[in-house]
């Protein structure tokens, strides 16, 4: 598989976590080196996610929202409607000898994709260095978190996981938990940014920019 190709995008609707979390463990375990890469586009029921490592006193109150532990980096976030997550089902060693230095990179990519697709909404955001995810970069909200990342990465360097941009989200449950273990971080989406933009569209957006960066 030459460097040109691209990801398959596949749109899985609305869908649990748990069950997302177990088809892509599946599809890793099952992938060989011919396997096509993916990128899977879902919006999730209200479901917290705990990273491999991450601190569980975070949740300082679930409310009945189920907490998930996952093998992914990175801490507690919130995943729920009107939010757009991208999961990234890829072989780094492809193309790649050393998938360790590449995974560095990948994250500036997916980073850079979530930045220019939202540049194209009029907000400016930008990286904070050792906290990975998207942040205003102006504003009486700087700082104010936009996006999330987090990425398992295997031996073999095959990649799941992946993004969460949020779009028109009732925000109130990132108040419950220490946003990726951030005591009193900000978490703030498009719509209340005054962006106009549905989630569809946004799926497509960010889901074009990734493919773009990604088969570069």
Aim: aromatic share 6%; proline share 5%; with cysteine.
């Amino acid at each position: 598989m030459s460097a040109s190709t691209s990801p398959l995008i596949r749109q899985r609707g609305r869908e649990s976590y748990e069950i997302t979390y177990a088809a892509m463990r599946a599809f890793t375990d099952a992938r060989t080196a011919q396997t096509v890469d993916e990128l899977w586009i879902v919006e999730h029921p209200p479901v917290f996610t705990l990273g491999l490592a991450g601190d569980p006193t975070h949740v300082l109150d679930a409310h009945d929202i189920p907490v998930v532990q996952t093998d992914r980096g990175g801490e507690v976030t919130y995943h729920g409607p009107g939010q757009v997550v991208i999961y990234l089902l890829l072989d780094l060693r492809r193309n790649h000898a050393d998938a360790r230095i590449f995974a560095r990179e990948l994250v500036n990519k997916i980073e850079q994709a979530v930045i220019d697709t939202l540049a194209a909404y009029n907000l400016a955001c930008e990286r904070k260095a050792g906290a990975p995810g998207i942040y205003l970069s102006d504003g009486p909200l700087q700082g104010a978190k936009i996006a999330a990342l987090g990425l398992k990465i295997r031996g073999n360097g095959c990649t799941y996981h992946g993004v969460s941009l949020n779009v028109a989200m009732d925000l109130t449950p990132f108040s419950w938990i220490n946003p990726c273990g951030y005591e009193g971080l900000i978490t703030i989406d498009m719509q209340s940014l005054g962006a106009q933009a549905t989630l569809n569209a946004v799926q497509n957006a960010l889901a074009e920019k990734l493919t773009h960066s990604l088969s570069g």
